[in-house]
């Protein structure tokens, strides 16, 4: 079984920073790609950030320039750096962690950001 758990969220000022982890934890034989999507109130959930084993990395357009994902595969954990961020940032941020094999993935509980205007 994996366990993924999301911290960082938090509530901060348009323009400012966040930076969210991720660590996946459990009975991991290996971990391939890891990410982020969020899901704002009464939308969608979207793709916001990705990172492949090998650190190829893909951004949703809207993100492109202010977020940096990044991972550490000793630790098992992605971060997300959040600059310059605009109250259409606000959202659940999940993450995510594909694993082992078959392969699965298997997602966190979610960690909330808050931008004020």
């Known amino acids: 079984q994996v366990q993924v758990l999301e911290s960082g969220g938090g509530l901060v000022q348009a323009g400012g920073s966040l930076r969210l982890s991720c660590a996946a934890s459990?009975?991991?034989?290996?971990?391939?790609?890891m990410g982020w999507y969020r899901q704002a109130p009464g939308k969608q959930r979207e793709l916001v950030a990705t990172?492949?084993?090998?650190?190829?990395?893909n951004y949703a357009d809207s993100v492109k320039g202010r977020f940096t994902i990044s991972r550490d595969n000793a630790k098992n954990t992605v971060y997300l750096q959040m600059n310059s961020l605009k109250p259409e940032d606000t959202a659940v941020y999940y993450c995510?962690?594909?694993?082992?094999?078959?392969?699965?993935?298997?997602w966190g509980q979610g960690t909330q950001v808050f931008v004020s205007s």
């Open positions: 990172i492949t084993g090998g650190g190829i990395t």
């Open positions: 995510y962690a594909v694993t082992g094999i078959l392969p699965r993935t298997d």
């Open positions: 459990g009975s991991i034989f290996s971990i391939n790609d």
